[in-house]
């Protein structure tokens, strides 16, 4: 047990904290790369006392990261330190409270979509695309086919990483393109939606329209992270798939790791050697598009850890 470790075993035991935790925890099943490294300190709190306990009482030196699905991340291998916190089960209920709907951020966006389909709410359609959690939804304002989290969005239950509670509420300048711009040293917990009564079969087509033309457009069972880059909207009108394309780096590979077939934006991870391949042959495309179009990507995925 190294420093870092012992201070977080005798706060959890001081405290009675009831969550379950590992040390030196691998993370690769925790990406949906299939690879990563270590959490120092891994640690699925129970409930909302058990997080406010640690982070209140955490040393501010203690470096906090949040996990949801995994599904936009790359790990790398020198892994996290500090502790990493991932929502389990008891943090997934979805409420129905009438004028709006109540879920917890460790939900699956495919099972809220499900859920919305039953009741029929419309506007979460998009959602039974996204593998994520909602905590990732908001966090990352995510969406796809013109929807995004934000236009259902209402509002936010927080804790700081100093253990205050909070609330982030809708407003103009909160979500941009795939990024929240409130969320920084905040990890959120229950999310707020707005509700809007439509017509089960009208959503059920909806959702089946998404499903096929993510079939024919994505690939299946393999491990990517979704898109890797965004959009340069600010710099030109053209995808960042098509100028992955333009510059031929769309049949680039190398250590096992190549563009999908499907989707020119998608990178795909096959061995299973090292997360860090996947960021060196993200950084080298970036570099040859560059190169090849003056355009700069920027990433969507998000890269935690040490190298
Ligand atoms: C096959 C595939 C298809 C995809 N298609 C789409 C798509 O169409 N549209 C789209 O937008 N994205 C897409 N993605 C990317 C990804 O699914 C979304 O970004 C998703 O919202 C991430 O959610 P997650 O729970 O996996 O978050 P993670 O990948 O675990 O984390 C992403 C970020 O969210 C933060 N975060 C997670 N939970 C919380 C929380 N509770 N509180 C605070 N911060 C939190 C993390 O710290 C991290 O910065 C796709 C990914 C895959 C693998």
């Known amino acids: 047990m190294n420093n870092q470790q012992k201070i977080f075993h005798k706060l959890h035991s001081d405290l009675n904290i009831k969550g379950k935790y590992n040390f030196n925890y691998n993370l690769s099943k925790s990406s949906w790369f299939g690879i990563a490294g270590n959490a120092e300190i891994f ?6 006392t058990d997080l406010k306990l640690l982070l209140e009482n955490r040393p501010k030196e203690m470096n906090i990261t949040i996990l949801g699905l ?11 330190s500090g502790v990493v916190m991932k929502l389990g089960k008891s943090f997934s209920n979805i409420v129905d409270k009438g004028e709006e709907l109540l879920v917890g951020a460790a939900a699956h ?24 959690s909602i905590g990732g939804a908001i966090s990352m304002n995510a969406g796809c086919y013109g929807f995004e989290t934000k236009d259902i ?5 927080c804790i700081t990483f100093d253990g205050k509670l909070c609330e982030l509420e809708n407003s103009e300048h909160m979500f941009t393109y795939r990024k ?11 999310v707020y939606f707005k509700k809007k009564i439509k017509e089960k079969k009208l959503i059920l087509n909806e959702m089946t329209k998404i499903d096929e033309e993510r079939k024919q457009s994505q690939p299946q069972k393999v491990r990517t992270a979704g898109s890797t880059f965004k959009n340069p909207k600010n710099q030109t009108n053209e995808k960042a798939w ?9 049949i680039f590979k190398k250590n096992g790791i190549s563009f999908s077939r499907e989707h020119a934006n998608f990178i795909v991870n096959t061995q299973f050697i090292s997360a860090n391949h996947i960021e060196d042959f ?3 495309v970036r570099r040859n598009v560059k190169a ?6 920027e990433w969507e995925i998000k890269i935690l850890g040490n190298r």
């Open 43 to 48: 640690f699925v709190p129970d409930d909302l």
């Open 70 to 80: 995994g599904s936009n991340v790359i790990i790398r291998d020198g892994g996290i």
């Open 109 to 132: 966006d495919k099972v809220l979509a499900k859920f919305c389909l039953n009741k029929s709410i419309g506007g979460f359609e998009f959602l039974f695309g996204i593998p994520g």
């Open 153 to 157: 969005f209402k509002k936010a239950k």
């Open 180 to 190: 929240n711009n409130k969320i920084d040293n905040l990890l959120i917990y229950e």
């Open 242 to 250: 098509s100028l992955i394309k333009k510059s031929n780096q769309d």
């Open 282 to 284: 993200g950084e080298e």
């Open 292 to 297: 090849s179009t003056g355009i700069n990507l």
